[in-house]
């Protein structure tokens, strides 16, 4: 069947094939670059036919979204805001469940990165300057191209318009097949055009606003962060932040100043971050608030090696590298070590974070079937990034971006550095001394002070803080004209008569870190965590639950007398308040309705372990319960006082569902929701 | 000494209680608001000028606020937000000490109150539509009184420039004594007065800017919510949320289904809020973005009692009770069980949350003697609360409020119901089934179905939902004119020829819960834990750290090689993955510097526990290293293997230092940091 599928599949890679070569061979020859992006973009075009089609043939996992999103919604993992004022696009609350989920993965992505590996951590402003994000460059290109209704106001997405246009015209039989032909020309370049390319679509093809026919406006650059004034004047121009990391960019010095001057470290952030999507859509994937977890990894240039890369050199991981994206390769399972060592991936740092991503999203829960690592073509890298491998999760909306892992090489500490002036950079012991040339100026205090007064103290400054080569030229000029201006100051050679030269010794050069950052979009984690972990039990197509691991699960464990009989009552609240003690979140359902039917309830809310009191609990000595579990829903019979160590231990994952089946008895009992 | 000190104070507390007497007649008396207000506001007056003796008096606590502010500063707990670049007021960055002293005091809130009370917990949009804020009363009344220099534009807050313009004019030495006393008198008015009220005095005493001696502008009502525009068009206007409170409010009919439709149940939400402050200041407590913890608790506003109130009602607290406050009382211990029984605070879930409130700021290490929980007075309490206290801790600012607990009643569902049109009320059973008189009209669908044509429908269902009274009000508009206006449509006495008149029997009531708030400002909450922890080396000013409880300390346990010599490395980094291995943070401080003062810095980041591994370490079997407690500075010798564990169960408050001196031999040496 395989065989079968290849056999469909390999003109699709020959395509995509034949393009990477002519890619290569159009950079290689040094053609122009307008000329390489429109190659590329039909190279990705190819790419996604190729996609597509694997996912058209695969087996199908039966997956139904909508019974997923009415769990989802019934049982309030999350929903539309403000629903009650009739709600907002782009714009989810968490409820209970969604809530304890997110906050379990963040504790669990502490304990393996924040923990593990030592890192800092830092809680910035939201708020945030415009000179900040001027420097880090999303005041001038974080935009996307918009045109409005000109009647209604109506706000569109060019590209995203100009797509549906184009997809409805194409299904149109009257569109003739050469026509069908120039639409797919044009499909393949969208995502590279210019905003005066689409502009000129628009005119082309005559298109009109979608909901009224009205006329569209030209389409304008919309930047997409929201703009905010601080304070009450309307002088302090801000924005809310678009992403985490510039708040420890900024923060670097006191960050390598608590690390006492050493490099490497890493610094962490979880918080939000804000995007002004023009139409937001695609539920959790593309919302206008979201919550980032990044890590900003600082380096030395030279040295990207990782001490404990061996630890994790064996991990096998599917890895989607750009080579094998151009030849129309499938993604490849291997190591990261042969991948780090065969050159694929940039570095052991970049590697080891890759890994340890890896692990992380398979200990939360999702499949390692459906994940894998694709590394960035050339051009669609951020021209600053040296190597960049996204983590993507297979789901209904095809393979989604869920955690990018970038080396940004001295990017944005040198952007910061631009914009406000202040140095951001590391002090790197030299092996051995170097002599350096040293040109310092030696004023004549006295003129200097007569002539300027109580500015006579910020020239001297400026004056011994100047650098050797700012000195020499100095030197030349008051030598040349017999004047030098300094910070607005006119500096004459009877100010400054002589320049001291001399050999001096340095034990230290300064050099600027290089960073690597993971950096993980929680909501779209999230969302593949539920994807990946949604089930429908056999034979019984209504019962649908969530098989999320015991360590992220919200509740960990319910508690089910199995009637409302008073007998049972003590019972269940004494084991619940012992739970309770262990801070293990418990849910006691004492509801009327079947046992079976009230597992099912817990089911949906992914509570992992179950505890029936039933009348052997109250009648027999030792007091025994059930003990149930989730997925494979097997039960065993142990005693009541038992059952919050157990269950604490199962949770943390220091112990397996077959450690307690191997030590307790099996009991059988027909599960009925009937 | 204290009867001396109370000798000072009677006649302040004489002049409290001369004017809480006067308020209170004037209310027996019905007197004019205005009147009550300007007579409260001197008490409030007078109330201030006995607290501020009661400070001057008493023993001081030799705290050294620069002090405090140098090590939080040096070590990074947090610092201005964007200080490279200028750095902005109101806007603090959070390093790697504060933001985990944040996120474990976080941690212990929810074990403290969301596990251990079985709450639900929620995460809710900060980007929030007009209408949700306009109902909760945010957009008409969160406002501060603002004027500007008429030159710069620079903002100024009107009743801060007032104090400031009276205080100095006090100090000059031409100022008349007659002078004084009516700067004094308008002084104690201030609090109340209107906008025109302190436009008058602007105008009166000439005020200018202080900054550069121009005009002021006439005062303005200023917002203080950040506005905000969500989504590109920039017609859906919206706000930052000023609190978070309102999420659970718009949540609340998902939040009751979640509970199965049942009273009392509980909901938490920590996030962010804004506030965009006219002049930010006095550091943490003062700012323009920050974290709230907020509990809504609904219940029967029938029956507001707490099944676990007798567990805490022994519990000790500080009351200053409105009576205190207006007969010049100092505040009185007493349990939460005599205040709930004797009606000082107005009901068992109030008093079961000033409990637990009290418990957990104890627990993360406030001091008890410097924290009490102070009654609103009748006036300050928001209109719709029932009753309010205010948790506040003293700080070198004085008291400050760092946790609200009121009882706010059906006020905010009800808001939102009005501003929705969505009903937020809950199914209560009866005791008895009522019989209650039903009218139900009876249309005639043919004659509807013709005349409405594709509106009938609508016409029928609005005449199904008519309320009894609605129904009997129509009935009687028919008889009378033949006709009646429903939602648009006119309907004759044909359409609707009869109306059935019986009795019903109901078994629930439709009430709307009472909501029990408590309301955590975090920051303030973190600071007031700073300045309570602050502490400084007997016989050694220089050493100043902090005494943090160990659950809320950042790092748990540091790990120190006396020398860098290369025997110690083993030892050093196996303990530090054992200690890593049980989620404890640790911090190696391999630095040369003697082990003193290596301490010392361990101590200035408040890590509770540390250990030395020495030559002793090395050479003996078993391997034995000190441990060393923060506070009391002890060591004990102990195997390295029982480490770990035994600080992890230190951490987690499972033993106390003393079951380990008692266990261990004390170690004894000098430490010094020479």
Redesign the interface.
């Known amino acids: 069947m395989e065989a079968e599928m290849e056999q469909q599949l390999a003109p699709l890679r020959a395509r995509c094939k034949e393009q990477g070569d002519l890619v290569r061979k159009l950079k290689a020859d040094g053609a122009p670059e307008i000329d390489v992006k429109k190659q590329v973009q039909e190279l990705k075009n190819r790419k996604k036919e190729l996609e597509d089609m694997v996912l058209k043939l695969s087996p199908p996992d039966n997956f139904d979204r909508a019974k997923m999103t009415d769990l989802i919604k019934r ?2 993992f999350y ?1 539309n ?5 009739g709600g ?9 469940m ?3 989920l ?2 379990n993965m963040l504790a669990e992505w ?2 393996h990165f924040v ?2 590996e ?1 890192m ?10 415009e ?2 994000l001027k420097a880090s460059g999303h005041v001038d290109k974080f935009a996307d191209y ?1 045109v ?1 209704d000109v009647k209604t ?3 569109y997405r060019l590209d995203h318009l100009i797509k549906q246009h184009f997809e409805k015209k194409r299904a149109d039989k009257k569109t003739t097949n050469e026509e069908k032909e120039a639409l797919d020309r044009k499909l393949t370049l969208l995502e590279g055009m210019t905003m005066e390319e689409m502009n000129k679509i628009v005119k082309e093809y005559a298109m009109k606003s979608p909901l009224t026919g009205n006329d569209l406006t030209d389409a304008v650059e ?1 930047n997409l962060m ?1 703009p ?6 309307g ?2 121009k801000g924005f ?1 932040r678009p992403e985490t990391a510039q ?1 420890i960019f ?2 670097f ?3 390598l ?2 690390n ?1 001057g050493k490099l490497p470290f890493a ?1 962490a952030q979880i918080g ?1 971050a ?1 995007r ?1 999507e ?1 139409s937001p859509r695609s539920g959790l994937l593309r919302v ?2 979201f919550t980032m977890a990044e890590i900003e990894h600082f380096c030395d240039p030279d040295d990207k090696s990782h001490p404990k890369f061996n630890q994790i050199a064996d991990t096998e991981m599917i890895l989607y590298s750009g080579c094998a994206q151009m030849d129309g390769e499938p993604a490849k399972k291997m190591t990261i070590g042969e991948a780090v060592h065969g050159g694929l991936v940039a570095n052991e740092t970049l590697g080891y974070y890759m890994a340890r991503i890896h692990q992380y999203l398979i200990k939360i829960g999702i499949s390692p079937k459906k994940m894998r690592f694709r590394q960035h073509l050339s051009n669609e890298m951020a021209h600053y990034a040296c190597d960049c491998w996204d983590a993507e999760c297979l789901t209904s909306y095809g393979w989604i971006e869920c955690v990018g892992c970038a080396d940004r090489s001295a990017y944005d500490l040198g952007q ?1 550095t631009k ?2 002036g ?1 140095k951001m950079c590391v002090e790197r012991p030299l092996k051995e001394p170097i002599l350096v040339d040293s040109v310092v100026a030696v004023p004549e205090k006295g003129i200097i002070g007569k002539t300027f007064k109580k500015d006579a103290k910020a020239v001297q400054e400026a004056l011994l803080s100047l650098s050797s080569d700012e000195a020499e030229k100095m030197d030349k000029a008051l030598n040349d004209s017999g004047e030098y201006q300094l910070n607005g100051f006119k500096l004459t050679r009877g100010m400054v008569p002589s320049f001291k030269r001399e050999q001096k010794k340095v034990y230290v050069e300064d050099i600027v870190p290089s960073v690597i950052e993971p950096s993980f979009g929680v909501g779209r984690v999230f969302y593949a965590l539920l994807e990946h972990s949604f089930r429908v039990r056999e034979n019984d197509e209504k019962r649908t639950y969530f098989s999320l691991p015991a360590v992220v699960a919200p509740i960990k464990v319910s508690v089910l007398p199995l009637s409302n009989n008073q007998e049972f009552m003590p019972f269940t609240s004494q084991l619940a308040d012992a739970l ?1 003690e262990l ?5 006691v359902d004492d ?1 009327t309705g079947s046992i079976g039917r009230r597992y099912a309830r817990t089911d949906e809310i992914a509570i992992p372990f179950g505890v029936t009191i039933d009348f052997d609990t109250v009648n027999n000595t030792p007091h025994t319960v059930t003990l149930r579990e989730r997925d494979s829903t097997e039960q065993v019979r142990m005693p009541i006082e038992e059952v919050p160590v157990t269950v604490r231990k199962l949770a943390d994952g220091k112990i397996k569902w077959s450690d307690v089946t191997s030590k307790w008895p099996k009991f059988t009992a027909q599960e009925t929701t009937k």
Chains 1, 2 share one sequence.
């Open positions: 049982r309030f929903d805001s403000f629903a009650i004022y907002i696009t782009g714009q989810y609350d968490y409820g209970p969604g809530c304890d997110v906050d502490q304990k923990i593990q030592r800092l951590k830092v809680n910035c402003s939201i708020l945030t300057p000179p900040v918009m409005k106001g109506e706000c919309f929201f905010i004034s601080i304070g009450p004047s002088s302090l809310l708040g900024v923060n010095k006191r960050l100043e608590y006492q610094c939000n804000y002004n023009i206008r608030e910061h914009g406000s202040v309770t801070s293990l979140p418990v849910r509801s």
